[in-house]
T-cell receptor, first 111, second 113 residues
Framework: EDQVTQSPEALRLQEGESSSLNCSYT??????LFWYRQDPGKGPEFLFT???AGEEKEKERLKATLTKKESFLHITAPKPEDSATYLC????????????FGTGTRLKVLA | DVKVTQSSRYLVKRTGEKVFLECVQD?????MFWYRQDPGLGLRLIYF???????EKGDIPEGYSVSREKKERFSLILESASTNQTSMYLC????????????FGNGTRLTVT
């Protein structure tokens, strides 16, 4: 069964304290792995798509990486405005439209 | 930028009412989706549509129906609202190409009393 697990559930960082969020996945075949940012009361905002192991994408203080079993979202020198819930999702080859979401990591960056 | 617009941010309805949630996207995406998001349960797929007038059930379709008469518009209908349908409802769209990401609207917070 296709599955996505995110860890930790919650993370508190001091401003400038770099860290990583983890997304472990089990799929029969990977069409794509997606990272989203979600602010309270709003819809998820698309950040990155990764398609194959070894791929990396960057945007400002965020960098996403992918292996055959997991993805990491690295946050370098975070700022308070990076506080949000970060969601990971995968699209497997077993279902054209079946996106499987993790339950997210709630990130709080303290000034 | 992709724009997915949901007609209401907040909605309060009474048990038994028929409820319409509307979603419009401006990127000519083939696929459209309705999810609900609840604390601890994450995002769960209610219905999706891969073309006009085409629809498929997701994981939790019971108590819901959908309508897609035009490519840019996808409606979610709660035939007879119940309190367990109180939730955040998220509409999303995507291209039909393999591995295309979902783009979400800002959600409708529905409360059924």
């Amino acid at each position: 069964e296709d599955q996505v697990t995110q860890s930790p559930e919650a993370l508190r960082l001091q401003e400038g304290e770099s860290s990583s969020l983890n997304c472990s996945y089990t799929v029969s075949g990977l069409r794509g792995l997606f990272w989203y940012r979600q602010d309270p009361g709003k819809g998820p905002e698309f950040l990155f798509t990764l398609y194959s192991a070894g791929e990396e994408k960057e945007k400002e203080r965020l960098k996403a990486t992918l292996t055959k079993k997991e993805s990491f979202l690295h946050i370098t020198a975070p700022k308070p405005e990076d506080s949000a819930t970060y969601l990971c999702a995968v699209l497997s080859t077993s279902g054209t439209y079946k996106y499987i979401f993790g339950t997210g990591t709630r990130l709080k960056v303290l000034a | 930028d992709v724009k997915v617009t949901q007609s209401s941010r907040y909605l309060v309805k009474r048990t038994g009412e028929k409820v319409f949630l509307e979603c419009v996207q401006d990127m000519d995406h083939e696929n459209m989706f309705w999810y609900r998001q609840d604390p601890g349960l994450g995002l769960r797929l209610i219905y999706f549509s891969y073309d006009v007038k085409m629809k498929e059930k997701g994981d939790i379709p019971e108590g819901y129906s959908v309508s897609r008469e035009k490519k840019e518009r996808f409606s979610l209908i709660l035939e007879s609202a119940s309190t367990n349908q109180t939730s955040m409802y998220l509409c999303a769209s995507s291209f039909s190409g393999p591995g295309s990401p979902l783009h979400f609207g800002n959600g409708t917070r529905l409360t059924v009393t």
